[in-house]
């Protein structure tokens, strides 16, 4: 009764205040059993509440703990069972099924609650407990590729009690059934799918009005979804907040020609997209999206880029101030935003992943994609070149063999006052500094006035007489610079 007590005694203060006499009190030895049942249902969702305040970031433990909880309050007497039945949505009930919770046994027992199924098997029970398609609410299933054709015989009806979805394969990629989910979940508001095949997807999305989340990873070719279908089944979706698309391997796809009028998704704040430029390029050009926030967009590698797309829908995000350009073993990015903070508003992120395994990306491919972002580079002050999972021995791609990379790359960052530079890259960019002479000093960075540097630069053979020519060639110049060596 320890999450019962304050509940009470607030129901006490609340009563009192209400008395025309202040002075009258309740006696002491009243009992839970006086209580209205509107309070005791008060009663009951504070305990639901609490259970959920207790730092627990997974949902299931949530569930967990309230489960263990209302199943205690519906065996107290049958008024509270009564109470805890009549309410099952305010107090969120829900009977939770897994590889190794089955509620197949009680399903005739409980009244008709709401299911939630998480499983990585499909074992008998579950399959059992989908028949049950109406009283679903959740459904988490993370399968073998040889369970999709009896996955398929359980899921072709709709699911109208459906709110949030996610369905992946433990290996490999697997076709899922046209008619999956009877092509209707009109109360769908999360999709999750991990290495399926879908191309009908779009056509159940025409029903899924209310769906805010929508994440498709690892999309294999066979699930290919050209950005006409996808937009057309995006245009149906007023309430949609987050999207990624996320393709597994390059696809090709052929350009079409596009419509008149682009699809308004009014309410996207967050789209992230790991594909050929050429797709996306072709699926922006037929949306609209006016309340976009954040923007990650991942290229494979390519020889030719086209960011045209993306530069206009990037330009309500801006303007920018601050940028990081990461160069990793595997991957190369660059990061705008409007402000630092730990959950910075209004973020832009372009990088590039690795074609094939041991194939390196090219340092040349960011220096393509500055020059064509150019335009919301402008308004950049601070700036952070870093690099990250290096491996020993690594030269950070081609900047060794052409400096000329570096020159056109901060000749795009004409505005930045402060400059970080970190990882194993540092001393590359120290020595490039220091070789800088005269107006080439103002040409490269001719607002800098500030310079942080990490301390593995004074462990570089030329990291130290390298930056000493720079600050000596910028106050040479007119145009002294600040520094700074630690770790920042």
Known sequence: MTLLRPIICQWKDESNATESNRDREISPRVTINALPDEMLLKIFDFCRVA??????????????RWSKIWHKLVHVCQRWRNVVFSSPLRLNLRLYCSDRISVR?????????????SARNLTDDIIATLEHYDRISKLSLWLSSSECERLATVMRQPFPALTNFRLGFQEGSRQIPMLL??????????????????????????SCNHLSRLELQEIPNLGYISPEAMATGLSALPKLTSLEIEFKTESTTTLRSLPLTRAILPALTEFRFRGVSEYLEDLLARIDV???EYLSVWFFQQEVFNTRQV????????????????????????NLRQSEGKCPQNVLELGFIERAPGQQVSVSSIAQICTQLSPLLSSVTKLHIESIEASEGDDVGDLMDNPDLLLLLFHQFAAVRTLHLSGQILPILVSFLGRLTGESVIGVLPELQNLYLRDNVLRCFEGPQALEKFIAACRDSDHPVTYGVGSY
Do not use: K, N
Not at 51 to 64: F, N, P, Q, S, V
Not at 312 to 321: E, K, V
């Open 51 to 64: 259970a959920a305040d207790r730092d627990l970031d997974d949902a299931r433990a949530i569930l967990g």
């Open 105 to 117: 046994e009680v399903l005739d027992v409980w009244p008709p609650l709401l299911i939630e199924i």
């Open 181 to 206: 989910l009877g092509e209707s979940a009109p109360c769908l508001r999360s999709l999750f799918l991990s290495g399926v095949a879908f191309p009908t997807l779009p056509q159940l999305l025409l």
């Open 290 to 292: 006016p309340q976009l």
């Open 311 to 334: 530069i206009s829908h990037s330009r309500a995000l801006g303007p920018f101030h601050c940028a990081t350009v990461t160069f990793g073993q595997f991957s190369t990015h660059i």
